[in-house]
């Protein structure tokens, strides 16, 4: 029980730190989209250019 129980802990927290690298990359890059483009980008590409 204490293994299943460690388990999902570490997996909630590996979920935990994914979505903040994600939510870095996103920040970054609507950043850049900002200074670089004046946000006269279409967010499409990105939001393409975010996931690949």
Request: charged share 10%; hydrophobic share 85%; proline share 2%.
């Amino acid at each position: 029980m204490r293994a299943v129980l460690t388990a999902v802990i570490a997996a909630i927290e590996a979920a935990a730190v994914a979505l903040a690298v994600c939510f870095v990359v996103a920040v970054s890059a609507v950043l850049v989209w900002w200074l670089v483009f004046d946000l006269a980008a279409d967010p499409v590409v990105l939001a393409e250019a975010v996931v690949a």
